[in-house]
Antibody, heavy 115, light 111 residues
Framework: QVQLVQSGAEVKKPGASVKVSCKAS????????INWVRQATGQGLEWMGW????????GYAQKFQGRVTITRNTSISTAYMELSSLRSEDTAVYYC????????WGQGTLVTVSS | QSVLTQPPSASGTPGQRVTISCSGS????????VFWYQHLPGTAPKLLIY???LRPSGVPDRFSGSKSGTSASLAISGLRSEDEADYYC????????????FGGGTKLTVL
């Protein structure tokens, strides 16, 4: 069955970077884009960007341009989302989701930014 | 402020039919498919409707989607207590280099 398994919770200080992983299984990793979506406490879902695992092409939401980098390692069917220059407003649960339909989601990774 | 506009809340009693609206523009809903997700606290969002009105396998036919122009709606009939959740619409937006937009979410309460 399709599964996206994310790395564990992180606590970071303001100004630091965080890198969250998303390991895919149960399907051909290079056949579907991986999207990254976050939800801050009490807020809605917010799309951050995507990666095409086959080509490595990426696209980012304008809000995160320059601060987010999404990569992939096809040999281990894993996508990564790195967010830099963290601030308190980046405290959120970060999700990866498969494909154009976002049909399968990871379990979420809580990133807490606090001094 | 979300690009897609949803009512912040909706409610109904068991067995009732409720609808949740999602309003966008020509660059997103007006020219692309609409998707709906159900999100229960502490869990991953679940795809409910894709390509405006299609249900993934396993989603009950109590859930239905529609789209007209730059608006879309999700209807839930035969409301059940387990339907209490947050619901989000989403669509691709053709502006700039393209990006996904979500609605602000609608919290559905089953009274």
């Amino acid at each position: 069955q399709v599964q996206l398994v994310q790395s564990g919770a992180e606590v970071k200080k303001p100004g630091a970077s965080v890198k969250v992983s998303c390991k895919a299984s149960g399907y051909t990793f290079t056949s579907y884009d991986i999207n990254w979506v976050r939800q801050a406490t009490g807020q809605g879902l917010e799309w951050m960007g995507w990666v095409n695992p086959n080509s490595g092409n990426t696209g980012y939401a304008q809000k995160f341009q320059g601060r987010v980098t999404i990569t992939r390692n096809t040999s281990i069917s894993t996508a990564y989302m790195e967010l830099s220059s963290l601030r308190s407003e980046d405290t959120a649960v970060y999700y990866c989701a498969r494909g154009y339909s976002h049909d399968y989601w990871g379990q979420g990774t809580l990133v807490t930014v606090s001094s | 402020q979300s690009v897609l506009t949803q009512p912040p809340s909706a409610s109904g009693t068991p067995g009732q039919r409720v609808t949740i609206s999602c309003s966008g523009s020509s660059s997103n809903i007006g020219s692309n498919y609409v998707f709906w997700y159900q999100h229960l606290p502490g869990t991953a969002p679940k795809l409910l409707i894709y390509r405006n009105n299609l249900r993934p396998s396993g989603v009950p036919d109590r859930f239905s989607g529609s789209k007209s122009g730059t608006s879309a709606s999700l209807a839930i009939s035969g409301l059940r207590s387990e339907d209490e959740a947050d619901y989000y619409c989403a669509a691709w937006d053709d502006s700039l280099s393209g990006f996904w937009v979500f609605g602000g979410g609608t919290k559905l309460t089953v009274l």
